[in-house]
């Protein structure tokens, strides 16, 4: 009986063979998907976008992350050994990963997935920046350049995976037409917003590209250290150049003490605005669990706040 | 020049509303801590108030687990634990051979370890003194009236027991054998010194709290004799501290909370040099005059 069954599949296996130029094209549920590694979480959701079951995609930096800083974990340096495609942001944004790929002695092919974006300088003026960097790295909150990091990641997954060309061309034209639908959604939303009111204080410095495309002003609190406790020459600022400025909302992130936000909102008359988003999704269930969400949330969020 | 000083002290309460509500919720606080304080002291506890800020803490982090950061769950939570460890701790050193150190030692560490045991249970990865660090500048209406509810209580329950409260720091054994009010009494105030911690934790965080109410206790001792004039003295060196330490960290762009502590502890050495009940610089010219 044992014998028969050995036999058996010896048999199954050995027409497997026979047929796989055949069978390529339509790849069993067994057979193990591509691997990709991406440096966080944003850029994992456009690699599973494009390459749906057929990849398994690995973020470095997982939701919730801080993409700036990282910290190594053994089981990644085993990941990127088995990579066939890893997926960078660029601009400088990982900083760590030229020492984690040495450290890992793997070479896999990359991609960085901002090649072909518009930049914006780091320190501001036009956008597309007409100098030379450095740039700001945060490109993907401009929907536009986000549809050519999709773009780039399609051709780099190509390459790396020529047999499953048709379906990765297919599925990228899909989430490229959903990308279209959401830029003119966020176009939409801002419009409805008066230019005059279209000003926000915020601790995020990643807006930089969504300030630019959408005509939003983005102002940063004078003189704040998120990270300390917050002083009393701290709050009068704030609460200083709301007033002078009239700005109507406030985002405030790593603040630690929400009351101090719900205080400064109070006597300065700003919107308290809630939770946005900029460089890392927030868990699958979450309000930003994939770039497209995480759109929709901080435009929600942003026009809440804004509207009068 | 008047311009100046209008500049440097009164502007910032005027142009803001926060600055106003910090005066006064730590004025408040002064207030009812003055005279706790100095009860303390002569009760030879001035190290209990640390102690009972440690049980306060999980309390009011259970509080924060279980409603989120709601005011009246931290309070609560707080108040339960703290009230609990203050009479537990009283009724084994009524009861047992240990004294009250002792118990109200082990009785707080285990109260610490229960909360820090089911904050990491929860597997929340909040920084608990985030959560329990009040800030003076962010004191809502709610927080406002909290303070001055308890201040009131306090010092009305202070009025109420004071006459054994000063026997008892007089002399224990005397009220032992003229009354049976010596134990709830003393459970009383500990729950009292339980109440007006939580004050604290609210206006400056928990671990400062004990400085708003021993430093301006301590300082008053150099100043004074009877209990009276020292509650007194206490209050205003508290109420100086707290104005001086909000108007230092406006200007100099200090955390405030601290900064009024440290103004607290400011005062404290000035007390400690020139205060003339024991003031180290009254002793030095009093030993150079004896030697003359």
Known sequence: ?308 | MMAALYDLIIAPFVEFDFMRRALIGSFVLALSAGPMGVFLVLRRMSLVGDAMAHAILPGAAIGYLIAGLSLSAMTLGGLIAGCLVAILAGLVTRHTQLREDASLASFYIISLALGVTLVSLKGSNIDLLHVLFGSVLALDDAALILLASISSFTILVLAVIYRPLVLECVDPGFLRTISSMGAPVHLLFLCLVVINLISGFHAMGTLLAVGVLMLPAISARFWCQSIGTMMGVSCVIGILASALGLIASYHLGLASGPTIILLAGVLYFLSLLLGPQGGLLWRLRRSVHLEG
């Open chain 1, 1 to 308: 009986m044992r014998l028969l069954r050995s036999l058996f599949l010896a048999l199954c296996v050995s027409i497997g063979l026979w047929n796989q130029p055949a069978l390529a094209q339509s790849r069993s549920l067994d057979e193990p998907k591509i691997k990709i590694v991406a440096s966080f979480s944003i850029l994992a959701d456009f690699a599973r976008h494009i390459g749906g079951d057929h990849v398994e995609v690995i973020d470095l930096v997982g939701p919730n992350g801080d993409a700036h800083v990282y910290q190594p974990k053994p089981l990644d340096v085993a990941h990127l050994a088995q990579a066939r495609l890893v997926i960078l942001n660029g601009l400088g944004l990982e900083g760590w990963f030229d020492r984690l790929i040495a450290a890992s002695g793997a070479k896999p092919p990359l991609v960085i997935a901002s090649q072909g974006s518009k930049f914006l300088s780091l320190k501001g003026g036009a956008y597309p920046a007409v100098d030379q960097g450095p740039y700001d790295p945060h490109a993907w909150q401009d929907v536009a350049n986000a549809s050519s990091y999709v773009r780039a990641i399609t051709t780099a997954l190509i390459e790396a995976d020529p047999a499953a060309r048709s379906l990765y061309e297919a599925r990228s034209q899909a989430y490229l037409g959903e990308l279209s639908r959401l830029e003119a959604e966020v176009k939409a939303a801002i419009s409805a917003i008066p230019r005059q009111r279209r000003r926000v204080i915020t601790t995020h410095d990643a807006f930089g590209y969504f300030a630019k495309a959408y005509d939003i002003d983005f102002i940063a609190p004078q003189g704040v250290s998120t990270d300390a406790e917050a002083t009393a020459q701290d709050v009068a600022k704030i609460i200083r150049q709301i007033k002078a400025d009239k700005i109507p909302a406030v985002f405030l992130e790593n603040v630690s003490d929400d009351r101090l936000i719900r205080r400064i909102g109070k006597e300065s008359g700003a919107k308290i605005g809630g939770k946005v988003f900029s460089d890392a999704l927030s868990e699958t269930k979450g309000p930003a669990g994939s770039y497209i969400d995480m759109m929709r949330n901080n435009i929600r969020e942003f026009t809440a706040a804004l509207k009068p």
